[in-house]
């Protein structure tokens, strides 16, 4: 079956405010029960489920327990879906969707070079963007879509590692702990 994760990532915290952030957090689910407060050193995940950890999971996930934990990610990351690739990007100016892979999962490098480029620049300096082939849009790289939400741009994520489906609920008590941040889910297998 493999391990898969889910990333919930704030879209509006700086790298500096990522840390401060991550314990407060932290401090709320390990209140709440949802995960143990000892930290461990686990390949997945380093905050193991609490005794409170079905808080996490949506109304229609509650009947299978998680079997790994939770890691706070801080500093600037592309947090992406792991296994496969985005198979296309798409300008939320225009809505102009640019392919990045043929029909064979093969990279169209012509299509995918400048998102690559953007991307490197991003995580030096927390800004770049990308020219839109279709409105000629200089649009920074966070803005674009991705097919299947493939990719996410921030410098805060927690990431759970074999859990069931995470709730609304429970994605709201993250965004409230974060201060009312805008957070995404990014998800995947390795
Ligand atoms: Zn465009």
Not at 8 to 19: F, G, W
Not at 82 to 89: D, L, M, P, S
Not at 106 to 128: H, K, L, N, Q
Request: glycine letters at 12%; one cysteine or more; hydrophobic letters at 40%.
């Amino acid at each position: 079956m493999g391990d898969h994760f889910q990333t919930i990532v704030d879209l509006d915290a700086t790298a500096a405010d990522a840390p401060r952030l991550a314990e407060r957090v932290l401090g709320v689910l390990v209140a709440e029960g949802v995960v143990l407060p000892e930290r461990t050193d686990g390949p997945f995940g380093q905050y193991l489920p609490g005794p409170h950890w079905h808080k996490a999971a949506g109304p229609r996930d509650t009947d299978w327990a998680p079997t790994d934990g939770l890691t706070a990610h801080t500093g600037r990351t592309v947090f992406h879906g792991g296994q496969g690739e985005a198979e296309w990007a798409r300008c939320p100016r225009c809505t102009a969707t640019i392919r990045l892979l043929t029909d064979e999962y093969d990279w169209i490098d012509a299509a995918w070079e400048p998102y690559e480029r953007a991307m490197s620049r991003w995580r030096e300096t927390g800004e770049a963007a990308v020219t839109c082939p279709g409105c000629t849009a200089a649009v920074p790289l966070a803005e674009w879509t991705w097919a299947g939400d493939y990719y996410a741009f921030g410098s805060l994520g927690f990431e759970f590692w074999n859990w069931p489906e995470l709730g609304e609920a429970f994605r709201g008590l993250v965004a409230d702990a974060l201060g009312g941040h805008r957070t995404t889910l990014v998800w995947g297998k390795f």
